[in-house]
RNA sequence: GGAGAAGUACCCAAGUUGGCCGAAGGGGGCAGUUUGCUAAACUGUUAGUGGGGGCAACUCCAGCGAGGGUUCAAAUCCCUCCUUCUCCGCCA
């Protein structure tokens, strides 16, 4: 949610901004109906201060045994133009929120104008691995490792899903197991969230109602956005929502905790070939990394949360880059973006294994998330920040296609073998 | 799943024959008196918030879990929902 009053006070600011990510918008008509709003909020309260004056006159009228019969009219009279009046407006806010629900944050003043093509790389860690033999995909890596079986996931979930077995569940607990460790050191406090949330929680996050389609929706009874519930897409959803229409303390800021969960997403017509395998399903385990902060901190911590993720990345021995996201490539709650995108060789490419990103107030806003400031006694917003630490569907990949050898096996990277009975590399069993 | 009870300000808690109740009282907090310091006692003080209007002092509106309704008037009556608690059943 946009703060009203800048759009109030500098709509060409506002405007000028959003269209550096690419949204076209024009606030004539929004703050037209502003103006609107504000003559019949003045008219309507008028009203019902004559109404709450009246009102206490009328039992004191009584016990002087005067005739009430003219006055009571009167209020009757009021009531309806009150009642009138409170439902133009009802109807005005209705508009005025649906039109600010679906506005996206607007970019941080560093964050340059344009799509994709004006992301800039700004680190590249380890190099890309050379074979001189002919590597394979992570497809047949894991199958013929056993570790992955996808005709049995899709038999059981349909295509987008598969089953982690042996040595394959091993490696990707390992992971979790890994990042999770690394989090606890670091001080960030573990959560274990519910996967079903309600439709508040999309809505705070800043994914509903526009993207309420990506999530899988629970219970479509007859409500007025048509389902209650959903299926997380990602841990953010959640932990974001941890401190909704809270006032926190001042002192106690930051809050910075991680969460493990599996993230299920429609990704509805989304299926490309090159990203056959674990690039992109319905299901995948992330570990989640979240931050409140004071809104001066958030700049320093969206730096904390790059590192920590790139960190992890680092420790595993993969070949990765960091990118820092044009404003139109950056989703529609964060000012700001970082992507770490690790390299897998069957696609020649490089793919997001994490995202971090500073929403600044934005999401404060849609989930009333407050401090109140001890130097001058007033409210303001906290900063939310969030990584990924990290999405192990699309580590598992890199870490077998990365570190395959001539003979088919895969080595395992040296922080993951205490989890693994020591062992350096996963061999075929036939 | 069945049956009951409850949700009032930072906390506890009064308030159902509707009308000076935006709300008694207590605790806590804050300020002060007493005191060498602390404790105790005593005195005073304490909705926060959101939204209008005004240069401002200030003023008005909303708000007693949420949303509707009845009424001239709702914390109080009616309906729906949410949450919590107790008992029963079922179960990892």
């Known amino acids: 949610m946009l703060d009203i009053t800048l759009i109030r006070e500098n709509p060409d600011l506002v405007a000028e901004k959003l269209a550096r990510r690419g949204f076209e918008i024009n606030f004539d008509e929004f703050l037209s109906r502003d103006r609107v709003r504000r003559d019949l909020i003045y008219r309507t309260e008028q009203l019902k201060a004559e109404k709450n004056k009246t009102s206490a006159a009328i039992p004191l009228m009584k016990r002087e045994g005067q005739d009430t019969t003219a006055v009571m009219a009167r209020m009757k009279a009021i009531g309806e133009e009150i009642k009138d009046g409170d439902e133009q407006l009802a109807a005005i806010e209705k508009q005025q929120q649906e039109f600010l629900d679906v506005l996206p944050n607007l970019p941080a003043d560093d964050v340059v104008a344009g799509g994709k093509e004006n992301n800039q ?74 996967h079903i949330l309600n439709w508040q929680c999309g809505y705070t996050a800043g994914q509903f109602p526009k993207f ?105 021995g993969l070949h990765f880059r960091v990118s820092k996201l044009a404003a139109g490539d950056c989703s529609a709650s964060m000012a700001k973006t970082y992507d770490i995108e690790i390299w897998i060789p069957s696609m020649n490419d490089y793919k997001e294994v994490s995202s971090a990103s500073s929403a600044g107030d934005y999401q404060a806003r849609r989930g009333n998330m407050r401090f109140r400031r001890k130097a001058t006694g007033r409210m303001e917003f906290v900063h939310t920040l969030n990584a990924s630490g990290l999405a192990t569907s699309r580590i598992l990949p890199a870490i077998l296609e990365q570190n395959q050898q001539a003979d088919g096996s895969v080595v395992i990277p040296e922080v993951l073998r205490k989890w693994m009975d020591g062992r350096a590399t996963l061999n075929s069993l036939g």
């Open 121 to 194: 790389v700004v680190r590249t860690v380890g190099t890309v691995p050379v074979f001189d033999f002919p590597s394979q995909h992570h497809v047949d890596l894991a199958e013929r490792l056993e570790l992955i079986d996808y005709t049995r996931g899709a038999k059981l979930g349909g295509s987008g899903f598969w089953i982690y077995r042996g040595d394959g569940a091993r490696l990707e607990w390992a992971l979790l197991n890994f990042f999770v460790e690394q989090h606890l050191r670091d001080g960030y406090e573990m959560i274990l969230p519910p």
């Open 212 to 316: 309420k389609d990506d999530v899988y929706q629970l219970r479509a009874d007859q409500v007025e956005n048509g389902f209650t519930h959903f299926m997380l897409p990602t841990a953010e959803t959640a932990l974001v929502n941890l401190h909704r229409d809270e006032m926190l303390e001042e002192s106690s800021l930051p809050f910075k905790y991680f969460a493990y969960t599996p993230c299920y997403r429609r990704e509805a017509g989304s299926y490309r070939a090159e990203e056959r395998g674990m690039i992109r399903g319905h299901q995948f385990n992330k570990i989640e990394l979240f931050q409140y902060t004071l809104p001066e901190h958030s700049e320093k911590a969206l730096e904390e949360l790059v590192d920590k993720a790139a960190g992890l990345v680092e420790l595993l």
